[in-house]
């Protein structure tokens, strides 16, 4: 069973940075990309970016594009999501989601979203001064 588990989470000033980690176990497949995506109180889920285990190729939105990195570790079988430059408007539960029907990045609007078969419970980021 594929499993997803988030860290990093926490309170940073705006103008602050935080690199949360999305830890990635259980795949039968060298063909898979995880995502991260965002849900703030009393708004929709809003994806921020993908990578492909299979060649790193990624996605950003266009409201992250530029703060945010993506990376993975395949040996530690961890994604990654530096978010640098953070706005109180970044303030939401991150998510990481696993994609396995292949290696290539889903959309990032709600459609998109539910390609994402594995989900994790979640991690707090608050976005403060």
């Known amino acids: 069973q594929v499993q997803v588990v988030e860290s990093g989470g926490g309170l940073v000033q705006p103008g602050g940075s935080l690199r949360l980690s999305c830890a990635a176990s259980?795949?039968?497949?060298?063909?898979?990309?995880i995502g991260w995506f965002r849900q703030a109180p009393g708004k929709e889920r809003e994806g921020a970016s993908c990578i492909s285990s299979y060649d790193g190729s990624t996605i950003y939105a266009d409201s992250v594009k530029g703060r945010f990195t993506i990376s993975r570790d395949n040996a530690k079988n961890t994604v990654y999501l530096q978010m640098n430059s953070l706005k109180p408007e970044d303030t939401a539960v991150y998510y990481c989601?696993?994609?396995?029907?292949?290696?290539?990045?889903?959309?990032?609007?709600?459609?998109?979203?539910?390609?994402?078969?594995?989900w994790g419970q979640g991690t707090q980021v608050t976005v403060s001064s």
């Open positions: 989601a696993a994609h396995t029907w292949g290696s290539s990045c889903p959309r990032l609007d709600s459609d998109g979203a539910g390609e994402y078969d594995f």
């Open positions: 259980g795949f039968t497949s060298d063909y898979y990309a």
